[in-house]
């Protein structure tokens, strides 16, 4: 694989399932990002990660939880879905944290009925 | 926290005229701001970014400018094309171990041919 992958390209959960969105990426990125897209809303952090082993809380955290055991793999998952949680998920990452490019997966687009 | 706010939500032009898309962005301290371009169906990339120590970037037809004092920095795009069509996010963050972007909601830049 060449650059930041995510699986699976889309999903339709029942409401409270437990699902796990995977991003990878081969980059040797040292920071990694989870994002949720709402139409009118914009690119909204979830949950980063500057280095492995290390997570922190983003502008929309609660729900989601991530892990970071390795640089490559960053899992976002919904313990118990709701509809609210109905949108497009993109992992993106970046050398390192700060001003650097984050490169964006291809998404997911999840939705929760 | 930062707070990013763009202007218009939307914008039509003729092909081969020129865009003005306008962000404005409220943490003084924040000192990188880079556009990004979404494309239907596709993911966010990297057009060009700005760090706060120059006032203005350029990229073939694509230019940023900042302005440090009003909080405002607009993108420009000359001579648009049809494949210029997009949505345009733009970001704003303080560098740093806890550096995290901030995106705005978006502009959907349509060019007619």
């Known amino acids: 694989i060449a650059g930041i992958t995510q699986a699976p390209t889309s999903q339709i959960l029942a409401a409270g399932r437990r699902m796990t969105l995977r991003c990878t990426q081969d980059?040797?990125?040292?920071?990694m990002y989870w994002y949720r897209q709402d139409l009118g809303l914009g690119l909204r952090l979830i949950h980063y990660s500057n280095t492995a082993g290390t997570t922190g809380k983003g502008e929309v955290p609660d729900g989601y939880s991530v892990s970071r055991a390795n640089t490559d793999d960053f899992p976002l998952t919904l313990a118990s879905a709701v509809p609210s949680q109905t949108s497009v998920y993109f992992c993106a990452s970046s050398t390192r944290v700060g001003d650097y490019e984050q490169y964006f997966g291809p998404g997911t687009r999840l939705t929760v009925t | 926290g930062e707070n990013v706010e763009q202007h218009p939500s939307t914008l039509s032009v003729q092909e081969g005229d020129s865009a003005v898309i306008k962000c404005t962005y409220s943490d003084s301290a924040s000192n990188y701001f880079p556009w990004y371009k979404q494309e239907l169906g596709k993911r966010p990339q990297l057009i060009i970014d700005i760090r706060s120590n120059v006032g203005e970037k350029k990229d073939q037809r694509i230019a940023v400018t900042l302005n440090k004092t009003a909080k405002h920095f607009s993108l420009h795009i000359t001579e648009t094309q049809p494949e210029d069509s997009a949505v345009y996010f733009c970001?704003?963050?303080?560098?740093?171990?806890?550096?995290?972007?901030?995106f705005g909601k978006g502009i959907t830049l349509s060019v007619r041919p």
């Open positions: 970001a704003a963050s303080i560098t740093g171990a806890n550096s995290k972007l901030t």
């Open positions: 980059m040797r990125h040292n920071a």
